[in-house]
């Protein structure tokens, strides 16, 4: 029995860990190892990493850190979670069950990125999913937004603010609203319709795409934004956590606590903005929150 399970070893799950193992508390991370933390090669707006660093980078200090306080890790995918009378019980795909007094719910977000193998060395480093995160990293670079529909024309609209030599290819010919078609128009922003061949890189150098109809279009970076993000919620929902209606659990801004007794959630599974360093804000959080609810417990 743990006193904490904490599911997802990502950014939240693993700041989560470090802080629990520091109260010295018994604790296991359940990661299934991927998650966006585990794809993206170089994180740019984080304090104290001014050349940026790696989730990967990330992910393998923090499991290092976590273990010299104790932490335990076991890889494996988390099926299903229930309440027992003495905590919960959650059972991964190899059939094999943990139980623990509390659960951090840290499953994450996966974005919906097209099965290119092309692309994926090129995360984080020329190729990008979030704006906020690296919008600056495309400043005055010409730029292709791969995307569906209104999801990847609203990117286009949004990197204007940081370039604009912009060309957003809709990948699966998804309709675009007329006013969005219309302002994209008004910022100049080139509006190619056609599915992707292939993605043109040089390792890390994103330099393009070819499309079905053999159309080559080249840039010095890229965007993806393909909408139809899957919010890893399911064991929430399966434990009666309330949900965002976009799918996102809801907690206490203060606890990080669910509406279900001693279950906690963290980074981006939360309704939020999705940001690496809010991911280690919320895990710290609820990790505080974690402890004294097992003092309280203990007497």
Request: charged content about 25%.
């Amino acid at each position: 029995m743990y006193d904490c399970l904490i599911v997802g070893g990502g950014i939240a799950g693993l700041q989560a860990a470090i802080q629990l193992g520091r109260y010295k508390h018994n604790i296991m991370v359940l990661d299934a190892g991927d998650g966006r933390s585990a794809l993206c090669q170089s994180y740019h707006n984080i304090l104290g990493f001014p050349d940026g660093v790696s989730g990967p980078q990330l992910r393998e200090i923090g499991r290092k850190q976590a273990a010299e306080y104790g932490v335990s890790f076991v890889i494996g995918k988390a099926e299903a979670a229930q309440k027992t009378g003495s905590g919960f019980e959650v059972k991964a795909e190899s059939g094999d069950t943990y139980e623990a007094k509390t659960l951090l719910l840290a499953t994450g977000v996966m974005d919906r990125i097209p099965p290119f193998p092309e692309l994926m060395p090129t995360l984080g480093i020329s190729v990008y999913i979030c704006p906020d995160c690296d919008g600056q990293e495309v400043k005055d670079k010409s730029t292709i937004v791969m995307g569906s529909g209104n999801p990847g024309a609203n990117m286009a609209l949004t990197l204007n603010y940081f370039t604009d030599k912009l060309t957003y290819v809709n990948h699966e010919n998804k309709e675009v609203d007329e006013e969005i078609m219309s302002a994209m128009e008004k910022k100049g922003i080139k509006y190619v319709e056609g599915p992707i061949e292939k993605v043109l890189a040089d390792g890390s150098d994103f330099r393009g795409v070819v499309l079905a109809n053999s159309e080559e279009w080249t840039s010095e970076r890229g965007f993806i934004a393909f909408g139809g993000n899957e919010v890893k919620s399911q064991l929430a929902q399966q434990l009666g956590v309330d949900l965002h209606k976009n799918k996102h659990v809801l907690v206490d801004p203060r606890t990080k606590r669910t509406n279900v007794e001693n279950v906690w959630a963290a980074g981006d599974l939360v309704a939020h903005s999705e940001q690496t360093t809010i991911a280690m804000g919320d895990g710290m959080q609820a990790s505080i929150w974690i402890h004294k609810t097992l003092l309280a417990e203990k007497g």
